[in-house]
């Protein structure tokens, strides 16, 4: 390898050095002197033995470890980021052999560390190094995790959660006293949410522990590298964090997959294509179809399952299927025995089979980062084309999927939101840290205040918090119960109890999924878990889709739903949560296309003549106006609006222009909401809808509807289980949903009443802000409907209404009962009506 020539430190700097490799080089680097870091005889040969050659990012990646410094490595899907975040531990053990916990890898997935470990205990086996390497998980052993704390590996991969858990041991002093460096893979998959503020709390623990410890960050996707560079360094000083750009791969091969027929009005499974799907998985050798939600992962399986007549290998992975159905599909794709693996996001990040060829999107991708993350699963390497093809569910998907593939190739990703960290986060943290030692209530704030997400803690904030980690607060104080921590006597805090440590790792995480019941055979085999409100509406004999099998409920009995296989038609479980947004800036575009006509050439025939039709019928929306239709069908008056801000905030907007409209005398029927566009359907019309969109909106109707409906009392359970208010489990019992819901219920009626302000009430509502309702797409909404509304009012239906129209005839149905042919029948119906003459 090349000499890699290193910048010179600015004078006087003097470079953190955590490593004896680097150290020896660490002189010549602070003097300024153009310092070669050679790779190793043994790195070299066995680069070579594989036609590789070290990339430029993987270079550098090396050269900033040799001068000490953070980095964040930007690379594509491909590039050999991980071997670049990992190549620096590798050079430095095998030159100076340790038996010390040396790098510590932190993943957003248990699947992606095992993928890891595989795929580095390749190399050091090859070179024959003296390096071990182990995974950590909640599927780890108690025995190995027993043994992990006092004899570590040089290299741990880990997941956010059970790294707070090592921290909440006393032993974690001696166990990361040494640590060299934290690797941080797929960075932007958790750094703006509560799983990263949980990393970034234990990454201040960590460099308190151990202040030469580097921090490395990677990711494919991330469009502002500044703004994860403050997150990833100490005090938020990004200018600390060294940003190395990964080198250019071969462009990605992606297109749209157009229906033998006409696009589908509404929709959005692409359910209509599984002929066409099947078809390209029987032309290649190994085929993952991505789906949004898990309930569309079923749906498809099943669909291609009927189709599939050369009855190819073909198999289902998601989040709800039990953990050795996840890990026998992972092993066949290794192996190379699937022809096609039906997917969610549970693989979206970082697995490497490299002998995928292809990747079908089933739906609009949502975004243009999470497409090239799923698109970076075919072929795997940097300079081989990955190929795709996105199946768009509807006319708006297909203007979405084209949004997307035009963003891809200008090279454009989705902005990430950060928020400030998330208060029942920092209360765990406490909580750990107090299980593993006594604590100064000053120190610990500034050891808090350097986390990122932190910084805007004071010490008023800390002292509530504190407050609520000792005994529950003001309300709940004289409750033995929440009697967590008490003075030691030396001016710190401890734990009240020894059995609260423990208490406390059985019942810490930060994912708290909706009450869900074990799916079973009567035989006692699990094949994963339903959401508990949708298991409660079956009864015995009711049939559904899962694991891509049909099952026949026999009995529920308390938290497991026992099933039968059956050939009977199945319904298709639906799950909580499961939408994924439209991004800002795939919407953006979307409207682009709107205002664009000279952009419509190369959209399908249908496509094109129903955004002609909408020009002629009514209006398109030039970028930056808010659409509003008014217009009489079917005996009833509608208000649709097309603002492009994603389901969960028009969905919000809906409830609370209905309740407007109830007060104003209008008497709503009802409304529906698309990732597109909302319709609101009313026994009177609305003749001046500008009065029904004002900003006022989010301070009178939203706060009086958040607090009236669920959404408080679900955003509370929430921060209450993650707060350490209530435990989910006792050693050898798990609550049900149903208690947990109880309890949490139960103590947010006291709290209500009795302490208004209490510190979860407050995380409750910045969560039902933040992230149940998108409120800060709902404001920006209000903010462009004040100056930029274009009303219409029609004689009849529009052709750009058609699609969310149909929605209404969707959500009138059962879901057993939704029979595509009577949907497209009403489709059909509304389009004629929309277009055609009179």
Aim: aromatic share 8%.
């Amino acid at each position: 390898m090349p000499p890699i020539s290193l910048r010179p430190l600015p004078p006087g700097t003097r470079p953190r050095t955590g490593s004896r490799f680097w150290e020896s080089l660490a002189p010549r680097i602070a003097a300024g002197h153009i310092c070669p870091v050679p790779l190793p005889q043994i790195f070299t040969d066995w680069f070579a033995a594989r036609g590789w050659r070290v990339r430029r990012h993987q270079a550098e990646m090396l050269a900033a470890a040799a001068r000490g410094e953070h980095a964040l490595l930007v690379a594509a899907t491909g590039a050999g980021k991980t071997l670049a975040g990992f190549l620096p531990t590798l050079v430095d053990l095998a030159a100076h052999p340790s038996d010390r916990l040396h790098t510590l890898y932190v993943s957003p997935l248990k699947a992606l560390a095992a993928d890891v470990e595989r795929n580095l205990l390749g190399p050091i086996g090859d070179m024959g190094l003296a390096i071990s390497v182990e995974s950590r998980s909640g599927d780890t052993s108690s025995d190995r995790k027993a043994r992990q704390r006092s004899r570590p590996p040089n290299i741990l991969l880990t997941t956010p959660e059970s790294l707070s858990l090592l921290l909440s041991y006393p032993d974690s002093f001696a166990m990361f006293a040494d640590l060299q460096t934290v690797v941080i893979d797929e960075i932007h998959a958790f750094a703006p949410g509560k799983r990263g503020d949980l990393l970034s709390l234990a990454l201040a623990r960590l460099q308190q522990i151990a202040p030469a410890m580097r921090r490395v960050g990677l990711s494919a996707t991330i469009a502002d590298p500044g703004q994860y560079a403050e997150w990833l360094a100490p005090d938020a000083a990004g200018g600390a964090v060294t940003l190395v750009a990964g080198e250019a791969g071969a462009d990605p091969d992606i297109s749209i997959l157009l229906p033998e027929g006409a696009v589908p009005w509404s929709g959005h499974s692409g359910r209509y294509a599984v002929h066409q799907v099947m078809a390209e998985v029987a032309k290649n050798r190994t085929t993952i179809i991505f789906c949004n939600t898990r309930g569309l992962a079923e749906l498809i399986f099943q669909e291609l399952w009927k189709v599939n007549d050369l009855s190819l290998p073909i198999a289902i992975h998601h989040g709800s299927l039990d953990r050795e159905a996840r890990q026998r599909a992972e092993t066949a794709m290794a192996e190379g025995r699937l022809r096609a693996l039906v997917a969610t996001s549970s693989l979206d990040l970082g697995l490497d089979w490299g002998d995928v060829d292809c990747v079908i999107q089933m739906g609009a991708p949502k975004g243009s980062s999470r497409l090239l993350q799923r698109i970076g699963r075919a072929n795997h390497r940097l300079d081989e084309p990955s190929r795709a093809l996105i199946v768009p569910g509807n006319r708006f998907e297909y203007l979405e999927a084209q949004a997307a593939l035009d963003a891809v190739a200008a090279g454009e990703r989705d902005a990430d939101r950060f928020r400030p960290g998330a208060l029942d986060v920092l209360a765990q943290h406490v909580m750990a840290l107090a299980c593993a030692a006594p604590f100064d209530e000053a120190e610990l704030l500034a050891e808090i205040r350097s986390a990122a997400p932190y910084r805007w803690v004071d010490e008023v904030t800390f002292s509530r918090l504190l407050g609520f980690v000792r005994d529950g607060g003001y309300a709940l104080k004289s409750y033995d119960r929440f009697r967590r921590l008490a003075p030691d006597g030396q001016g710190r805090w401890r734990i009240a109890h020894p059995r609260l440590a423990a208490q406390h790792r059985l019942n810490a995480g930060i994912i708290v999924d909706a009450p869900t019941l074990d799916v079973r055979f009567r035989n006692g085999r699990r094949l994963g878990s339903v959401e508990e409100y949708f298991a409660s509406t079956l009864t015995p004999g009711d049939t559904f889709a899962f694991a891509g099998l049909s099952l026949e409920v026999e009995a529920i009995r308390d938290t497991d739903l026992y099933v039968r296989a059956t050939t009977r038609p199945a319904r298709i479980p639906s799950y909580l949560g499961a939408r994924m947004a439209l991004t800002t800036r795939l919407a953006d575009r979307v409207r682009g296309f709107l205002a664009d006509p000279a952009s419509w050439a190369r959209f399908p025939g249908d496509v094109r003549f129903w955004l002609e039709m909408q020009q002629w019928r009514s209006v398109l929306p030039r970028p930056g106006e808010l659409l509003v239709e008014t217009f009489p069908h079917d005996g009833h008056h509608y208000l649709v609006v097309y603002p492009f801000d994603g389901w969960n905030a028009h969905q919000s907007l809906g409830m609370l222009v209905s309740k407007r409209m109830e007060r104003a005398g209008l008497q709503p029927l009802g409304f529906v909401a698309s990732d597109y566009a909302l319709a609101i359907w009313s026994l009177r019309p609305v003749t001046d809808p500008a009065a029904l969109f004002d900003a006022a909106i989010l301070e009178g109707e939203f706060v009086e509807w958040v607090e009236g409906s669920h959404l408080l009392k679900r955003a509370f359970r929430e921060v209450a289980v993650i707060g350490g208010l209530i435990e989910r489990q006792h050693p050898g019992k798990r609550k049900t949903g149903k208690q947990v819901t109880f309890s949490t219920d139960l103590i947010f009626d006291v709290l209500r009443k009795y302490e208004p302000d209490h510190l979860l009430l407050e995380a409750a509502w910045a969560d039902a802000r933040e992230r149940l309702t998108d409120v800060a797409r709902l404001g920006d909404l209000l903010d462009r409907a004040a100056g930029t509304m274009l009303h219409k009012d029609l004689e009849r239906i529009s052709p750009l209404a058609v699609p969310v129209l149909v929605l209404i005839g969707r959500e009138n149905v059962a879901a057993a009962d939704i029979d595509d042919a009577l949907l497209g029948e009403l489709a059909d119906e509304l389009a004629a009506a929309a277009m055609g003459e009179g």
